[in-house]
């Protein structure tokens, strides 16, 4: 069965915090996708990676960087977190579909 | 740029059918998914058209007419569990290199 879990499924954080949100799947899936997702704006996407240590611009990169050292594991980093980034995370993979892990509901005082 | 419209909000009563309709705009096109969404849920992956036609799974059936840039989800037998929201997604990429461009999501909320 295919599973896809996040580090967290609740967080809060101070603004400045450095913040880390882990994604792990084991479908052995090349694909592997960071959204965020805001009521009335539908998921909007932050980062992907075809493969280990490669990464690609989504449409909202600014204040975030991923590391993708394992094919398993996908990290989006908050550098500096902000207020404007609280938020639901949802991290993906891909093989035709995506599969989506239960997300991460981040909040950001 | 890049856009897929979807109604925000729909209404309908348990057993009744109903339809939510999705265009786009996107500068590549490698097919049309639909997604369901529960409330505090992750979404779930409902169907996919990459030809022109309809595909049925179900209670539910997935259309796609690209000459039109269009497609739409047919949810019948309406029942309570059906409420969630439902988002259109366009590939815009082939094979495994493609990613998906997703619209804002239709809430549909199933009455008794």
């Known amino acids: ?109 | 740029g890049q856009s897929l419209e979807q109604p925000s909000e729909v209404t309908a009563v348990e057993g009744a059918i109903v339809q939510i309709n999705c265009t786009y705009q996107t500068s590549g096109f490698y097919g049309l998914s639909w997604y369901q969404q529960h409330d505090g849920g992750a979404p779930t992956f409902l169907s996919y058209n990459g030809l022109d036609g309809l595909e049925e799974t179900g209670r539910f059936s997935s259309f796609l007419s690209r000459s039109d840039s269009y497609g739409y989800l047919l949810l019948q037998e309406l029942q309570m569990k059906d409420s969630a929201s439902y988002f259109c997604a366009v590939r815009d990429g082939s094979g495994n290199t493609g990613k998906l461009i997703f619209g804002q999501g239709t809430t549909l909320q199933v009455k008794p």
């Open chain 1, 1 to 109: 069965d295919v599973k896809v879990t996040q580090s967290s499924r609740y967080l809060v954080k101070r603004t400045g915090e450095k913040v880390f949100l882990e994604c792990v799947q084991d479908m052995d899936h090349e694909n592997m996708f960071w959204y965020r997702q805001d009521p009335g704006l539908g998921l909007r996407l932050i980062y992907f990676s075809y493969d280990v240590k490669m990464k690609e611009k989504g449409d909202i990169p600014e204040g975030y960087s991923v590391s993708r050292e394992k094919k398993e594991r996908f990290s989006l980093i908050l550098e500096s977190a902000s207020t404007n980034q609280t938020s639901m995370y949802l991290c993906a993979t891909q093989r035709d579909e995506q599969f989506f892990g239960p997300g991460t509901r981040l909040t950001v005082l």
